[in-house]
């Protein structure tokens, strides 16, 4: 047997009882269910781009399946099966294992099924590609936003980017505060749950990968519509919330990337509702701001005009 063989059998392969035929030939068997769509989406994770070259393998692992995972929260659509592309310098088992325990940590918590892959040498770079199932018709797009629609976001905002300016040097975090940045970087929690529920509520959705401005960006381009934004009204870690005026906590969480949180847009009279389900779900959602006729993004903060052209805002560090 192949060495590659070897490595596929003890780190990737797994029973995939969603699927038909998983790991092991030449393609896997899947079906879909009746009255849904496949929703598909992948990522490329490259070393020293996507993350740094020593970073733990674990986290690398739980990551580039989240972030997949993450599309799918942010199309309303049920993250079903997965496949992973890896690129690897060497046979470094130590660190293979603690990848493949990130990876199904991961999967297992979200009941994603890896149902194969490739696995070549070369420079590190992690391919994942996820699939998913939605109710025909019903997946959350970006270009279904309406004017004035409610501008939501959940979670809390800016620390994943915290945590990169950490690691980066360019803050210095003290360390209980460190350890929930560098969790939120690391290790985010996609909102699968948020996402299916939203599918009856919300108009569009994206998930936060680049950053607020950017991707809320995107639903705005997408539906050909502005908005207005108050920094305040957006959750965010009490370190963040304490140093509100200064400019890179505030490129943090209007900015900054890694959050995986989703954005949305609702008709005004799902605002009960919304906010219900953030007790339901125990998860924070902010009513940020609304849709406009004018394009752009206007950003307010204590009531003023925040000036978001400057440097910063669009490349985040
Ligand atoms: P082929 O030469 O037909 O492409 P491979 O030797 O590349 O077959 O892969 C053998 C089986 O292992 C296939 O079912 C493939 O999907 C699976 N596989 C390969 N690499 C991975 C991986 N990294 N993770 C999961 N499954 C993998
Ligand atoms: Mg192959």
Redesign the pocket.
């Known amino acids: 047997m192949s060495p ?2 070897n490595l ?1 059998a003890k780190y ?1 392969t797994r029973a995939t009882p969603s699927a038909d035929l998983g ?4 393609a ?1 068997l899947l079906r879909v269910s009746k009255g849904y769509q496949l929703a598909i989406s992948i990522d490329m994770l490259v070393a020293g781009t996507h993350f740094f070259h020593d970073a733990a393998p674990y986290d690398i692992g739980w990551k580039s399946l989240a972030v997949n995972i993450s599309d799918m929260a942010a199309m309303g659509a049920t993250p079903k099966w997965a ?2 592309a ?1 690129a690897l310098p060497e046979i470094n088992e130590p660190w293979l294992a603690e990848f493949s325990r990130g990876l199904f940590a991961c999967a297992d918590r979200f009941k994603v099924d ?1 149902i ?4 070549t040498r070369g420079p590190l770079n992690i391919s994942v590609q996820i699939m998913g199932e939605v109710p025909t018709g019903e997946a959350l797009r970006r270009d279904g936003a309406k004017l004035d629609d409610d501008i939501w976001v959940s979670g809390k905002l800016g620390s994943a980017a915290l945590g990169l300016a950490h690691l980066q040097r360019k803050i210095t975090l003290e360390s209980e505060v460190a350890e929930h940045c560098l969790q939120a970087l690391h290790t985010p929690m996609p909102r699968t749950d948020l996402g299916l529920t939203l599918r009856k509520k919300a108009n569009s959705c994206i998930d936060i990968s680049d950053g607020l401005l950017a991707d809320l960006g995107h639903i705005l381009d997408a539906s050909n519509l502005g908005a207005t934004v108050a920094l305040d009204n957006i959750a965010c870690h009490d370190f963040l919330r304490a140093r509100l005026d200064e400019a890179i906590i505030q490129q943090c969480i209007l900015a900054g990337g890694d959050d995986y949180e989703l954005a949305f847009t609702a008709p005004q009279s799902q605002r009960h509702a919304i906010e219900q389900l953030a007790h339901q779900l125990d998860l924070p959602l902010s009513l940020i701001g609304k849709t406009t006729e004018k394009l752009g993004i206007e950003v307010t903060y204590k009531q003023q005009l925040l000036d978001i052209s400057k440097k910063g805002f669009d490349h985040f560090g």
Not at 23 to 26: E, K, L, Q, R, T
Not at 116 to 119: A, L, V
């Open positions: 590659e063989f596929i990737f790991v092991g030939d030449d896997a496949t992973l890896i890896l194969g892959g490739d696995t």
